[in-house]
């Protein structure tokens, strides 16, 4: 971890290279993965059979831990185990986890995760109300909400220690 102290203007500050914000740009132009078509209710059963016919899922066998970065002051991040991770994975990959809803979502979190080397391959921005923004996109997503009750799965699993 790179760490520097510097004071400015009386206040002593911190700055770390871990917690800067990942180049989620970066990281979909560098994935080597085939997006999903967007589903609707009248094409979402065959995007599923599709997608999973094709064996794409949202990165489960591919992720070996991820990494959750705050959006918001104090920029704090947290690394989960390949246990948590895959646990988090499941939640996302489940098509009965999303409903039929879309709003203005206002993402707070971003985990990213990354395989056993280190790379980047996919990323996951999370509102608090459950709307989520994933790559790779996969039609079991929906239209990109948690349910309320997935959703407070998801969380306890990410405030897990």
């Known amino acids: ?23 989620l740009q970066q990281i979909e132009e560098s994935g080597d993965y085939w997006d999903s078509e967007v589903s609707f209710r009248s094409t979402y059963d065959s995007l599923v059979r599709e997608d999973e016919l094709a064996g794409r899922n949202f ?14 002051k ?11 991770t895959q646990a988090i994975l499941q939640v996302l990959n489940d098509s009965s986890a999303y409903v039929w809803l879309e709003s203005t979502p206002e993402y707070l979190e ?20 459950g709307e989520v923004n994933m790559y790779p996109y996969r039609s079991l997503m929906k239209w990109g909400t948690l ?12 405030n897990q220690p």
């Open 147 to 158: 349910s309320q009750e997935r959703l407070q799965t998801l969380k306890e699993i990410m």
């Open 1 to 23: 971890m790179l760490l520097g102290w510097w004071l400015v203007g009386g206040a002593l500050m911190v700055s770390c290279k871990d917690l800067a914000q990942p180049d």
């Open 110 to 129: 971003t985990l990213v995760f990354y395989t056993e080397e280190g790379q980047a391959i996919g990323f996951c921005q999370l509102d608090p109300m």
């Open 74 to 84: 104090p920029f704090v991040s947290k690394t989960y185990t390949q246990k948590q």
């Open 59 to 72: 990165l489960t066998d591919q992720a070996h831990y991820c990494v959750k970065f705050k959006d918001r």
